[in-house]
């Protein structure tokens, strides 16, 4: 059972955090094997174990396909929040950087479990909410460096 104070589960005692986790299935996932990709339906959310995802995002990069590492997620780490975020629809790309082992939850139990204990959901969609906000600080940067690039090329 993860612990409490890992990003999904800050907040929640060890009875509610082990309740959570029984709603998920341990699943193993190979190195190089994808878990989701760009646009995909969400229907589901994932805790790491053990083990590295990268989450990347196709770009055309001189006419061909390329996955740009946005950021990596690791044990104790949450990837997949689009599950429980309309639209629903996973946002970038997600593969499995080394052999992982990860918690899959899907989304139809989490909300049945939510309608019955709102306090963990307003619990678990706040920290949800922090993954969130740390993923827009990423695009943030990248976005504020591909400017400084753009306007130092305009203006030499």
């Known amino acids: 059972m993860p612990k409490p104070q890992t990003e999904l589960f800050r907040g929640l005692t060890e009875a509610e955090a082990g309740a959570l986790s029984a709603l998920g299935t ?61 639209p629903h629809r996973f946002t970038l790309n997600a593969t499995a950087a080394v052999d992982s082992t990860l918690l899959v939850f899907p989304r139809a139990a989490l909300l049945r479990h939510f309608a019955v204990h709102p306090d963990i959901a307003y619990t678990v969609v706040r920290n949800v909410g922090s993954v969130i906000g ?12 591909e400017m400084q690039r753009s306007v130092e090329a305009r203006y030499p």
């Open 134 to 145: 740390h993923r827009l600080q990423v695009f943030q940067t990248m976005w504020i460096r």
């Open 26 to 86: 341990e699943t193993r996932v190979a190195a190089g094997e994808t878990l989701f990709r760009l646009g995909d339906e969400a229907d589901r959310m994932f805790f790491v174990l053990r083990g590295r995802i990268t989450l990347t995002l196709p770009m055309m990069i001189r006419g061909s396909e390329e996955d740009v590492l946005v950021e990596e997620r690791a044990a104790g780490e949450t990837l997949g929040w689009s599950g429980l975020i309309p």
